[in-house]
């Protein structure tokens, strides 16, 4: 139980256009959805939080009007890479909060994103 | 700053071998600690789950161990195989938080 199913598993795109990528709870219900990246050789760092009909919360140093989130349902959230730039090539992954658990989080299969 | 730190940042040992894999947080005030494995361009897998109220959970040849007052975990791994080459990632949930804080990982090569 408590699957999230992240799509495009991988996807390369040319340098201006935009990328949604898709996290969806097939499951459970996903209150909350984090947003990670992590670019080669470092660690996952955390992009956004969202929770269900709210506007996402952004880490210092993300662009909100670069990285758009979605989660207008609580099975599905969404990030969009806008005017996709070679430095956006990163490796995304989103995490959800299983319902109001405390302890319960899932992962996504993560996507890879070039952009040549 | 809530920091999550791994040591060593790579590794490589013969098959056969155990091994430790060191990971440390900057605040005892955690939620839980979780262990990932990640493989080359691939998602996470979670390996072990340690609640802040616990002290040591196993998984087949894994073993996790949490020390809070001195902020740090290990990852005992026994009877290395090559199979279990990979970058093993340590994630801390530190108390008045949502997310998860990650480490920079240790990279695992188990030589056949």
């Known amino acids: 139980g408590a699957v999230v199913s992240q799509h495009p598993s991988w996807v390369i795109c040319k340098s201006g256009t935009s990328v949604k990528i898709e996290c969806r709870s097939l499951d459970f219900q996903a209150t909350t959805m984090f947003w990670y990246r992590q670019f080669p050789k470092q660690s996952l760092m955390l992009m956004a939080t969202s929770n269900e009909g709210s506007k996402a919360t952004y880490e210092q140093g993300v662009e909100k009007d670069k990285f758009l989130i979605n989660h207008a349902s609580l099975t599905l959230s969404t990030l969009t890479v806008t005017s996709a730039h070679p430095e956006d090539s990163s490796f995304y992954i989103c995490?959800?909060?299983?319902?109001?658990?405390?302890?319960?989080?899932?992962f996504g299969s993560g996507t890879r994103l070039t952009v040549v | 700053k809530q920091e999550v730190t791994q040591i060593p940042a790579a590794l490589s040992v013969p098959e056969g071998e155990n091994l430790v894999l060191n990971c440390s947080f900057t605040?005892?005030?955690?939620?839980?600690l979780q262990w990932f494995r990640q493989d080359p361009g691939k998602g996470l897998t979670s390996l072990l789950l340690i609640q802040s109220s616990q002290r040591e959970q196993t998984s087949g040849r894994l073993n996790a161990s949490l020390d809070k007052s001195s902020g740090r975990s290990t990852l005992y791994i026994a009877a290395s195989q090559p199979g279990d080459s990979a970058t093993y990632l340590c994630?801390?949930?530190?108390?008045?938080?949502?997310?998860?804080?990650f480490g920079p990982g240790t990279r695992l090569s188990v030589l056949p």
């Open positions: 994630a801390v949930r530190f108390d008045y938080g949502q997310n998860f804080v």
């Open positions: 605040d005892s005030a955690i939620y839980n």
């Open positions: 995490s959800a909060r299983v319902g109001q658990s405390t302890y319960g989080y899932t």
